[in-house]
């Protein structure tokens, strides 16, 4: 646990502490950068909280997250059905494609909802019809990015139900309806309570969604603190906005890890493919058709967005442009079509780092147990909850001194995404390293191995996949890291969010068509990433 701890503390606990305590200094009045040198100022919390402004950002975060889960759940609730109790030809594709809206940066969403209810977009260029800085735009995004989580998570474990104890509830007299409600449902709640309480907080802490389709009347609190951050120099109320976001998230993460157990031990389950049968029914084929046309609309931004992605007469103006560093207007100090190569360097850089600390932090969890293991597992669940603009921002603030002065060091970019990039490795190990026999390590030993040769030839071998799925996912996420990224990007060296929220940012039909560009590259390379996944996970299921 040493080097994950180690980590932890330098590169997230202490930037974190450290902008905190910088905004909640008691030096100088409200609204203005404090030094932190003469302790918290308590009264500060209930002077900002107490704003009619940041009660409306706090109000708006919240329902804006129910308003999502809600939609999120009507919407993927029957997709996991259909993923969980159906076989049809091509399913394992299905299953890659609905989840690549999830690991997409959400820069990437955004501009792809942008190309379709925007200005210049699909609905305003048919109908006359703009959404976009609405809140109906914000929540549809969100629904699109967070399908997948429930049809995963609820799916998952649905396809384990044995479907006979439902019949058997149907032979006793049971409605359908009936039999779903006393048998299925209580099975699936905890679940369904776990789908909902990360989509929850995936959407509480939206930041780059709102940033491009909220406009300045939709703010989060994500949002804001970069707003209060970046724009303002109001320290003292983005610490506030960060406490409350901390406390929310550690809330959400609380009971998630409560229905987490509820659901590993309160269930005897099945093989899936003993679960899964073709549609018989009228109605379980027009079931399966509907969820099909629902997935082809919710995937329609992506379409549109490479649509956009062409154009002048030979179809490549936008991406010719993107090698051009004038092109843009000044937006950039170099070529945009640089940032691809960056991204990638960063990105690998950052995966590594991410499987070291999230492998050894894995290896931990599983070797020892007792309370202080389990906060530590909570513990690195949190870089996905806490602002990233938080983060970022206090990596400049924090590592500017000897001998963790790396302001001016590329590595800043690679340890903030790795941050994100561990908890993704750590759900990915900790459950084969558990199933993995302690008796093949003791027979190891027994034989004279030492614990290093022990681990070679009798872990490594049975994890390896699972290795590989957890190095994707941490680059996949890596490569979409926006919120930290933003703030700590040289100008000279662009990550592919940066510059695409740049390109957004700035007038005219060029900028404009090379976002829609870099976008599309992106979300080419995280799809490819996905189907990679998608075939190492079926390979290893093969083999077991």
Known sequence: MALPVVFFAVFFAYPVAAITARGLGAAGPAGTVGTGGGGLDLGRIGEVLGRSD????????????????????????????VMARFAFPGKRLLRAVVTVPFVLPTVVVGTAFLAVVGRRGLLDELWGIRLDTSVWAILLAHVFFNYAVVVRTVGGLWSQLDPRQEEAARVLGASRLGAFRRVTLPALAPAVAAAALMVFLFTYTSFGIVQILGGPAYTTLEAEIYRQTAQLLDLPTAAVLTLVQFAAVGGVLAVHAWTVRRRETALRLVDPATTARR??????????????????????????????????????????????????????LVAPLTAIGTSLTYALAATAIAVL????????????????????????????????????????????????????????????????????????MLPVLRAVDATLREAAAVLGASPWRAWREVDLPLVSRALLVAAGFA????????????????????TLPVAVARLIGRPGDLNYGQAMALSTILMVVCAVSLLLLERVRADRAGEL
């Not at 409306?56 to 029957?78: I, K, M």
């Not at 680059?475 to 662009?494: K, N, Q, W, Y």
């Open 357 to 428: 600390v999230g492998g050894l932090a894995a290896a931990a969890l599983t070797r020892r147990a007792g309370r202080l293991v389990r906060g530590f597992d909570a513990l690195l669940m949190l870089p996905l909850g806490v602002s990233a603009v938080t983060v970022g921002f206090g990596f400049l603030i924090a590592l500017d001194e000897p001998p963790l002065d790396l302001r001016a060091s590329w590595w800043l970019v690679p340890l903030a995404q790795a941050l994100v990039g561990v908890p993704f490795v750590v759900r990915t």
């Open 475 to 494: 680059f996949a996420v890596s490569l979409g890291e926006f919120g930290a990224t933003v703030f700590i990007a040289r100008p000279d060296s662009p």
């Open 54 to 81: 940041i009660l409306d950002v706090l109000w708006f975060t919240t329902w804006q997250a129910l308003a999502s889960t809600g939609l999120t759940l009507l919407l993927a609730l029957p997709g996991a059905y």
């Open 279 to 332: 549609p018989r029914s009228t109605t379980q084929w027009a079931l399966l058709v509907g969820v099909l046309a629902s997935v082809a609309v919710l995937l329609l931004p992506l379409g549109v967005l490479v649509a956009r992605s062409f154009g002048g007469p030979d179809g490549l103006l936008y991406y010719r442009a993107l090698a051009d560093a004038g092109a843009s207007g000044g937006t950039f």
